[in-house]
């Protein structure tokens, strides 16, 4: 009886702790394949402010968008990729390789991440509340929030 009991709270305690980790836990996400068709790729130069304190960091940005909404945002100081942004149609993650740190989630990313708001602008969207958005004839734009700070401003190259 003892080993009855023994066992059967612990296939309830192993399922409980199986099901709330896979509600919790996000795969990291497949490598986004760019040669696959429906791609827009933009590629450019990028100078990005994390706050209003923070030093200016610039670097080579590439932004890639499907019309399925599927996102792929890097931006790197060569040769280190810092930020690399993915979203597909239920799930984003963003990597910050420089420190080692993942974040991701279900769902749309949230809106003070800038690097997904810029794609979702790029895609035809506009921009998140709280957010400005500016764009040139020139490729020339900028992603800014006021109230903190950050920003991000670059251009493309046409090809």
Known sequence: MLFKIFFGRFKISAALLV???????????????????????????????????APEIAGEILVATRPDGH??????KTPFPLIIAQRTTHAWQIQIPTQNKR???HGQPPARLLWFSLARILSGAGPPKGWSWQ????????????????SLKGYFMIR
């Open 19 to 53: 099901l709330g980790a896979g509600c919790q836990t996000v795969a990291p996400l497949p490598p986004a394949n760019l040669r696959d068709p429906g791609w827009i790729v933009r590629e450019g130069q990028a100078v990005w402010q994390q706050n209003r304190g």
């Open 103 to 105: 974040h991701a989630g």
């Open 135 to 150: 764009a040139s004839k020139d490729n020339q734009w900028s992603l800014a929030n006021p109230s903190t700070g950050e």
């Open 71 to 76: 996102a792929l945002v890097q931006f790197t």
